[in-house]
Nanobody, 128 residues
Framework: QVHLVESGGGSVQAGGSLRLSCAAS????????MAWFRQAPGKEREGVAS????????YYVDSVKGRFTVSRDNAKITMYLQMDNLKAEDTAMYYC?????????????????????WGQGTQVTVSS
């Protein structure tokens, strides 16, 4: 069973930065689609960004393009989310998720049910 462990959440003022990490364990094949989701109180869970571990392919939703950067350390199957120029509307519980795969084509954070493994979530709070 694959386990995901998140870290790096916290509180920051608008315009500041945070870096989230999600480390995977319990795997035998290092090819995964990994993604970040977030959910604010009273709102639907939404995708943020995704990454395919084998090729480094990345995808971002429009609201975070140019501000967030997803990256990987494949030696440890760790996914990072560098968040710069944070805005109040970025405040949410952030979750990492993953599913095993051999292609990057469908690795996008649009369908939460596609992701088999989930982290516990880490809170990001941005004050304006």
């Amino acid at each position: 069973q694959v386990h995901l462990v998140e870290s790096g959440g916290g509180s920051v003022q608008a315009g500041g930065s945070l870096r989230l990490s999600c480390a995977a364990s319990g795997y035998s094949d290092n090819r995964f689609c990994m993604a970040w989701f977030r959910q604010a109180p009273g709102k639907e869970r939404e995708g943020v960004a995704s990454l395919y571990t084998r090729s480094g392919f990345t995808y971002y939703v429009d609201s975070v393009k140019g501000r967030f950067t997803v990256s990987r350390d494949n030696a440890k199957i760790t996914m990072y989310l560098q968040m710069d120029n944070l805005k109040a509307e970025d405040t949410a519980m952030y979750y990492c998720a993953a599913y095993p795969g051999v292609k990057y084509y469908g690795c996008r954070p649009h369908v939460p049910d596609d992701f088999r493994y989930w982290g516990q979530g880490t809170q990001v709070t941005v004050s304006s």
